[in-house]
Structure formats: C-alpha cells, structure tokens
C-alpha cells in the first residue's frame, strides 16, 4: 500500500463549533501524519476551482456562500491508503446517512458536513497544490512510525 498525502478542509461550522482539534486528533490518532496545515478565509475564485463540477447544480450559491462564511482550516495527511482511509473517516456526505462513529456521523445534523476530503490520488495531488506551496509542506519522521506500520509496511 503507498505512502501518499490527502487533504482535508475543515469547514466553517467545525471552526465556528470548535470541533477542529477533536477532528485532527481522530486522525493523528489513526496514525495519520500532519504534513501542513493553515487557516484561511475561502474566495469565489477558488471555491469555482475547487467545486467545478458543482458550479451549475442548484445547491451551488448555499455551498459557495456557507463556504466563505467564516475561515476555514486546511490539512495535508500523509499515510498509507490516506486518500481512501481519511474518506472512509469523514463518512457519507449527508450526515444524516453517515454511519455512526465516522466524523459526519458523529458530528453532523445538515449539509453542512464540517468536512471536505479528497476523493482521489489525481485530486488529492490537485488539492494540495491548489492549497499549498511546496515549502508549506513538511517531511519529517514521526516518533510512533515504526508502531503505526508494520516492517513490510514502511516505505523503503
Ligand atoms: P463536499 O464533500 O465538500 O463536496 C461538495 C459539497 O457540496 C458537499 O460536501 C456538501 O457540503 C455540498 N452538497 C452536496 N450536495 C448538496 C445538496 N444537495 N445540497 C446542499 N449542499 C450539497
């Protein structure tokens, strides 16, 4: 399984709920490893970037406007399988329909669903890029490294 980096969005309401500490924690947790981090206030022009294959559909000017309604929190995970393992965290997009014990199942009532995650390796890498400079992010060895993974695991 590779090694590879995901990002998360933390959204408004879990900023504005304060519920950003206990979401990274469940991944850090996990074993998941931060490779960068910041807060920011989100623009038309990148959410049209970030949600283009949203822009036409109707709920788009509600995203867009919740979206800029308070920063945001953004975070790169590095782990192995993190693209499908951090998904499979957050749960189903409706948190109503997310399975207990998953972020949106735990944390969420609405569309509002606290947290975004990239879908995929291509868009993972797209996302990060869109979000991060290259200095911004971090390569460092964590101290439970050899805990988290198996021998066979670890990269080489
Ligand atoms: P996210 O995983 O960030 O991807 C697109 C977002 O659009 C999604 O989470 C929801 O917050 C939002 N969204 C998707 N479908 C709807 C909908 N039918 N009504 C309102 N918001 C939606």
Redesign the pocket.
Known sequence: MAMERTIIILKPDAVTRQVCGEIIARFEKRGLKIAGLKMLKLTDETLNIH?AH?VTKP?FP??SKFMKSAPVIAVVLEGNDSVNQVRKMCGA?YPLEAAVGTIRGDYGMS???LI?ASDSTEAAEAEIKRFFKPEELFNYTAANYEWVYAEEERKA
Request: hydrophobic share 30%; glycine share 0%.
């Open positions: 949600y949203h709920f509600r995203l997009t569309m509002n669903n975004h």
